[in-house]
């Protein structure tokens, strides 16, 4: 019998709720800017001629537009006036501590902050990547099955997709579903946008390891469901025995007076040299199971958010690139998502409710924890819709306010206790304006949020 054939898809997920012009530290647009300097730029060099899976939500891709004018501005400034300053600073407060390697270490990271130019086009270098897929998501990452209409529904895929494609002049098709959330029979609404195929997660359903986990899924509505690999994730995305915990690496959590990390994990200084070579290390050990797993053939998809690499794993970059560079020698084949379906043969079987958040549920965005965010949400669309159907005033900058509102960020920054009350100051804001844009006419535009925006979705039958 001969082997079906395999492949090993590498999809990062890149998103973040739009931050830009709404606070700096410790909670706003910084997020931004440390993410730009410390992932985006620098994945740049690594993915670029490898078959990985891109994806990049409208959103973030909002925010990467107005770098090219005055958020741009703030960035450069954020580099020479804030973190240039700061990395001298601890460094000399260190040295007369006597702790001179971790002095030596903040000084050596003050380099990751070095100003590139490619920082203000990114929407432009990402699309002259080579060999890389590039995928798209709903307008704001809302959680779709969590959608009060149709409507709603419509507004946020339509608004996403068009905004792809007049990034990239080009939509192959392939959507990641927000939080991975899935319910039987959204695919349905997927082929009217373009979608050919998108990710769910079906461990709950099959099991880790399972090896249902390598079928892609043909859908009777057309779109192919890709299962992630849980127990392939897992390797890199696990804060209790995930790679990024082992004591040599940087330590995520313990800072200087200014937020800087020159500790590792296991609460010495951190020596990067050493760093570095583990992460090569647990580049072959990943891809050595990634072999073993494929070895009956399938699909093995390990999707992960962008910024787990370079920002909260620093050495996740370098791990990467050994990946993408050490594949052929290890035997693995990596694919982009599009190339495996074409590969291996999907099978018919049923999809079960899903996400890959806390439980594999929607508790994470639905719970009474964060039902202020739900219903504020949930009203709003309702409204935004009962609008669009009498042709109501102040509509289009309604609908902005309420994708801003449909944020997956928010109730999981809530649920995870992560950023004290800007989400939940974000979601009241965005409330009140929402309200008073269709009591009156005001200005369409919300900052750079949605400048695609599909308002035809809100009024199609």
């Known amino acids: ?52 899976t891109l994806g990049l939500t409208p959103v973030l891709c909002d925010q990467f537009e107005t770098m090219s004018e005055g958020a741009g501005e703030r960035y450069a400034a954020f580099l020479r006036d804030v973190r240039a300053p700061i990395h001298v600073e601890d460094a000399a407060g260190l040295e007369r501590g006597g702790e001179r390697a971790l002095a030596a270490e903040v000084r050596r990271a003050a380099a990751d902050y070095a100003f590139d130019e490619r920082a203000l086009d990114l929407v432009g270098e990402f699309g002259r990547l080579s060999g890389v897929e590039l995928w798209t998501s709903a307008a704001t990452h809302a959680v779709l099955p969590l959608l009060a209409t149709d409507a709603g529904l419509r507004l946020q895929l339509a608004t996403g997709v068009a905004s792809h494609e007049r990034r990239f002049r ?195 965005w639905d719970s009474p924890l964060v039902a202020e965010i739900a219903f504020s949400a949930r009203r709003a669309e309702l409204r935004t819709v009962a609008a669009a159907a009498r042709q109501g005033g102040g509509l289009e900058r309604a609908a902005r306010e309420l994708l801003a509102l449909q944020s997956s960020d ?27 844009a269709l009591l009156k006419d005001s200005a369409p535009r919300l900052r750079n949020l949605a400048p695609h925006l599909d308002l035809a979705s809100l009024c199609a039958p």
Request: with cysteine.
């Open 410 to 436: 928010w109730a999981f920054q809530v649920t995870r206790d992560l950023a004290a009350e800007y989400p939940l100051k974000r979601v009241r804001a965005h409330a009140a304006a929402h309200a008073e």
């Open 170 to 364: 080009h939509f192959g098709g392939g959507l990641w579903l927000p939080e991975c959330a899935y319910e039987p029979g959204l695919e349905r609404d997927l082929p009217e946008h373009g979608v050919r195929v998108f990710c769910v997660d079906q461990t709950v359903a099959h099991g880790l390891g399972a090896p249902e986990q390598l079928d892609p899924v043909a859908t009777e509505a057309g779109p192919v469901a890709v299962p992630i690999d849980w127990q392939t994730v897992q390797l890199v995305w696990n804060d209790r025995d995930g790679y990024p915990v082992h004591p040599v690496y940087r330590d995520y959590h313990r800072r200087t007076v200014h937020d800087l990390k020159p500790w590792n994990n296991g609460g010495g200084p951190y020596r990067h040299e050493q760093a570095t070579a583990l992460a090569r290390e647990h580049a072959r050990d990943f891809l050595a199971r990634a072999r073993d797993r494929l070895g009956d053939g399938g699909l093995l998809c390990c999707a992960l958010d962008t910024e787990l690499l370079g920002h909260w794993w620093y050495e996740g970059l370098t791990w990467l690139r050994a990946v993408l560079e050490e594949a052929p020698a290890a035997g693995v084949e990596l694919v982009t998502v599009s190339e495996g379906v074409q590969r291996v043969d999907p099978v018919r079987r049923d999809l079960h409710p899903s996400s890959w958040g806390t439980a594999k549920d929607l508790s994470t």
């Open 1 to 52: 019998m001969s082997r079906r054939p395999g492949g090993l898809a590498l999809l990062l997920h890149s998103h973040m709720p739009y931050v830009e012009g709404f606070g700096t530290w410790p909670f706003g647009e910084e997020w931004l800017w440390e993410a730009v300097a410390s992932v985006y730029v620098p994945l740049l060099d690594v993915i670029d001629g490898h078959p990985v």
